[in-house]
Nanobody, 121 residues
C-alpha cells in the first residue's frame, strides 16, 4: 500500500514561513510525479505546486514567488517551503502522487497523504 506522510503544518502569523514535508518509500518516489494541494472546508481542493520527475516545478498563480516545491531523492521526501504567508493560505495541505506527467488537477492523482493543517493569522 502506498503511503504518503505529511508533516510540518502549524500556526503562523502573516508574513511568516513554514516548510511542509511529505515522505514515502523509494519505489513510489522514483516512479511518480508529486504535487501539493490545499483545501478549505466547503471549497474544492486546489493545486498549489507540482514537481515533475526531472525536478521542474509548476505553481499556481496565487503562490508563485512565495512557495517553493522541491524534493530530496535520498530521503524520498517532497517539500513545500512557504514564505510570506497570508491568511488566505490557511487550509489543509495534502501531498499527492501520480504515475503520469505533472499536473495541478486533483482528479488526476492516485496517491494521497492524510493532510496537514496550515493556519495563518
Amino acid at each position: 500500500q502506498v503511503q504518503l506522510v505529511e508533516s510540518g503544518g502549524g500556526s503562523v502569523e502573516a508574513g511568516g514561513s513554514l516548510r511542509l514535508s511529505c515522505a514515502t518509500n523509494a519505489a513510489v518516489f522514483s516512479d511518480n510525479c508529486f504535487a501539493w494541494f490545499r483545501q478549505i472546508p466547503g471549497r474544492e481542493r486546489e493545486g498549489v505546486a507540482a514537481l515533475d520527475k526531472s525536478g521542474s516545478p509548476t505553481y499556481t498563480y496565487a503562490v508563485a514567488g512565495r512557495f517553493t516545491i522541491s524534493k530530496d531523492n535520498v530521503k524520498n521526501t517532497l517539500y513545500l517551503q512557504m514564505n510570506s504567508l497570508k491568511p488566505e493560505d490557511t487550509a489543509m495541505y495534502y501531498c499527492a502522487g501520480r504515475e503520469g506527467g505533472v499536473a495541478l488537477a486533483p482528479a488526476l492523482y492516485k496517491y494521497w497523504g492524510q493532510g496537514t493543517q496550515v493556519t495563518v493569522s
